[in-house]
Nanobody, 125 residues
Framework: QVQLVESGGGLVQAGDSLRLSCAAS????????MAWFRQAPGKEREFVGG????????YYADSVKGRFTISRDNDLNMVYLQMNSLKPEDTAVYYC??????????????????WGPGTQVTVSS
């Protein structure tokens, strides 16, 4: 099945920007909806943003609208999360995930069957 690996995390100051990347390898399915999730210590994993295979459907959590941008490059098997105006509350481990169910635009962790190991994003004040 598809394997996902995130990169680009790090320690930044409030107001800074980061660009996270998710590289897919192994078997990839063209119909995947891809999404980013994050999990802070002591909290449940939460949805950040998702994008359909074509890129025509893009959706975000309210907490990141206007600050984060999700994109994908299917030729390179890459998904990106551009994070601007970062806040301390954005601190979390960020995960990319793939949903193989055609046509579904989900925000639920249980709908995504493939996950990367995560990359740490820490935003200091």
């Amino acid at each position: 099945q598809v394997q996902l690996v995130e990169s680009g995390g790090g320690l930044v100051q409030a107001g800074d920007s980061l660009r996270l990347s998710c590289a897919a390898s192994g078997r990839t399915l063209s119909a995947y909806t891809m999404a980013w999730f994050r999990q802070a210590p002591g909290k449940e994993r939460e949805f950040v943003g998702g994008i359909s295979w074509t890129g025509r459907s893009i959706y975000y959590a309210d907490s990141v609208k206007g600050r984060f941008t999700i994109s994908r490059d299917n030729d390179l098997n890459m998904v990106y999360l551009q994070m601007n105006s970062l806040k301390p509350e954005d601190t979390a481990v960020y995960y990319c995930a793939a949903d193989g169910f055609v046509g579904r635009l989900s925000r639920a962790t249980t709908d995504f069957g493939a996950w990367g190991p995560g990359t740490q994003v820490t935003v200091s004040s």
